[in-house]
C-alpha cells in the first residue's frame, strides 16, 4: 500500500454537554475549518456528540446503534466537508451501552467502531460494559489507523498491541480531567516513542459535572516529540503525519523486532 | 513484611574504563560517602567495574563467573561500608558470557544476579548472550526490589512483569549515549508512572569508544514524579523512597487492577 500523506486537525473541544443538536453544528463548523486548512482527518474528544459525564440513565437514554441516526448525521457532516472524521458516542448494542469512537471516511462510510476496553472508575464502570475487541484498525490513505479511547492509552499494552499489528497512526479520543495532566504530557508522548509510531489525543477543555478536563491535547510522533501541543482552552490543531520521523525511526534500532515475546508471558495471566 | 524507610544513591559515573583496581578503589569511596548520608542502597551504572565498550575479546577476558573475585571484592566494599551495592559487570557461565548486574547485601551476600535480557544492537550482540530470565528480584529492608539493564527498560512489558511480581522499586543500570536523551526523560518516568512503582536509573557521565554517555540518572515515585535528576557530570545523589507517593497511588485507580489481560496475548506471539 501506498502511503500518502496524511493532514490531521484535532479538535480540542466539544459542543455544549446534553445538546447532541448544538455539536453537530459545532462539527460541521470544525469539519469546513479542518477541510479548508487541507486536513483529511478530523478527531474529536471522548463522546464528543453527546456528553459525556451524563450519568447513567441519560446515556443510556442517548445510545444509538453504531449505524444509527447519529451515526449518519455525522457521516453526512463529513461527506460535506470531504474529511474523515473521528467523533465519540454512547452504543448501544441490545442491553448494552459501550463508550464508542467511530471513524467515518470523507465519503461518509464507517470504517470502524471501536469500544473503550479500559474502563475508568464509577463514572465509565456505571455507565458502560467494557468492549471485548482491543485491535480495531481501518486504512487511510495508504496509513494504518488504530482507535483506543482514555483511560486505554495509559496501558502500555493497548499501543503496543497496535504497533504489532502494524498501526501508523493510534487515534485517542480522551477526557481527561485535572489532576492527571502527566498522562498527557509524559504517558502519551512515551507511548509514541517506545512504538516508533504517530498518535494523536484529543482532549475536552471544558467543565463537566465538576469535572475539569485539562485539554494539552497533542500529536506526536514517532520519536517521541510533539508535532503539535495544546493549552487549555479551545482550538482546532492541523498539522502532517512526519513521514520523515516515521522513516529515520525505522531505520534505528526497532523496538518491536527487538522484542522477547516468550519473556512477557505474565502480562496475559 | 513490614516496609522500612529505604535510602537509595545514584552513583553517576564510573571508573575508568577497563581498569577494574580503580573502579573498585572508586566503588570503595562511593560506598563510604553514600552510607556517610544514610544510604542503605548504592546503585552504580551498567558494567560499571570493567568498562562496557571494551570490545568482544576484551569482555570474554574480564568475565567472571556470579560467584568469582570481582563478586567478592565488591562484597567486601559492601560489608565494610555497610549498605547494599548493584553492581555491573561481564558473567561467564561456561562458553557464555552475559552483561550482568549484581545485588549484594550490607553484609556482602549476593542477593541477586540479573543477566540483560534485551540485547541493544552489535555492541551487546558481539559480546553478549541475552538473559533468559526476565523476573530476578530481591528483599531488601522490606521492600521488593527488581534488577534491568539499560536498554531492558525501554521496553514496557519489562517493568509491567516486575509491576505485576510485586516489585516496589526497579533498579535500572544503564550506559545510555547520545543522542537518546528521550529514554531517560521520557520513558523511565513513564515506567514509574505507568506501574505505580519506584524505578531509579543511573547512567554514566563520560566518554568511551567513541560514544558520549549522557547522564541524566534519575529516580522517579510511584507518580511520576522525579525525586532526582542528574546532569551531565559526575555526581552522588540520595534520596528516599517517597513511601508517602507510594501510599497515593495505592489509593487511586490501580493500573494493575484495571489491566484487561485476555486481551493482551497478541504481545506474547
Same mark, same amino acid.
Given at each position: ?12 473541544? *466539544? ?13 460541521? $463548523? ?13 478527531? *474529536? ?11 447513567? $440513565? ?15 448525521? #455525522? ?13 465519540? %458516542? ?7 451501552? =459501550? ?10 462510510? #464507517? ?8 474502563? %475508568?472508575?464509577?463514572? $465509565?464502570?456505571?455507565? %458502560? ?71 494523536? =489525543? #484529543? ?8 469535572? $475539569? =478536563?485539562?485539554?494539552?491535547?497533542? %500529536? ?50
Amino acid at each position: 500500500m501506498t502511503r500518502q500523506a496524511l493532514r490531521v486537525a484535532l479538535d480540542q473541544g *466539544t459542543g455544549p454537554s446534553g445538546d447532541t443538536g448544538a455539536a453537530l453544528e459545532r462539527l460541521a $463548523d470544525r469539519a469546513h475549518a479542518a477541510a479548508a486548512a487541507g486536513a483529511q482527518l478530523l478527531i *474529536t474528544p471522548e463522546m464528543s456528540m453527546t456528553g459525556y459525564a451524563l450519568g447513567p $440513565d441519560e446515556i443510556a437514554r442517548r445510545a444509538e446503534p453504531a449505524d444509527g441516526p447519529l451515526s449518519r448525521a #455525522v457521516a453526512d457532516v463529513a461527506a460535506r466537508a470531504g474529511l474523515a472524521i473521528v467523533h465519540g %458516542f454512547p452504543e448501544r448494542d441490545g442491553e448494552r451501552v =459501550y463508550n464508542s469512537a467511530q471513524l467515518t471516511d470523507a465519503h461518509g462510510a #464507517v470504517l470502524a467502531t471501536y469500544r473503550k476496553t479500559h474502563l %475508568f472508575g464509577d463514572l $465509565d464502570r456505571g455507565a %458502560f460494559a467494557p468492549g471485548a475487541d482491543l485491535l480495531v484498525q481501518a486504512d487511510l490513505h495508504g496509513h494504518r489507523i488504530g482507535l483506543l479511547i482514555c483511560y486505554d492509552v495509559e496501558f502500555p499494552e493497548t499501543v503496543r498491541a497496535h504497533a504489532l499489528a502494524g498501526a501508523d497512526l493510534v487515534v485517542v479520543p480522551t477526557a481527561l480531567m485535572a489532576p492527571a495532566t502527566a498522562v498527557a504530557t509524559l504517558l502519551v508522548p512515551a507511548r509514541a516513542l517506545e512504538n516508533q509510531l504517530h498518535l494523536a =489525543y #484529543v482532549n475536552r477543555c471544558d467543565g463537566e459535572a465538576g469535572l $475539569d =478536563y485539562v485539554g494539552l491535547s497533542t %500529536f506526536v510522533a514517532p520519536d517521541g516529540a510533539e508535532l503539535l501541543r495544546a493549552g487549555s482552552q479551545e482550538v482546532l490543531l492541523v498539522a502532517d503525519l512526519d513521514t520523515e520521523a516515521a522513516r529515520a525511526s525505522s531505520a534505528e534500532p526497532s523496538y518491536l523486532e527487538d522484542r522477547r515475546p516468550n519473556l512477557y508471558r505474565p502480562l496475559t495471566r
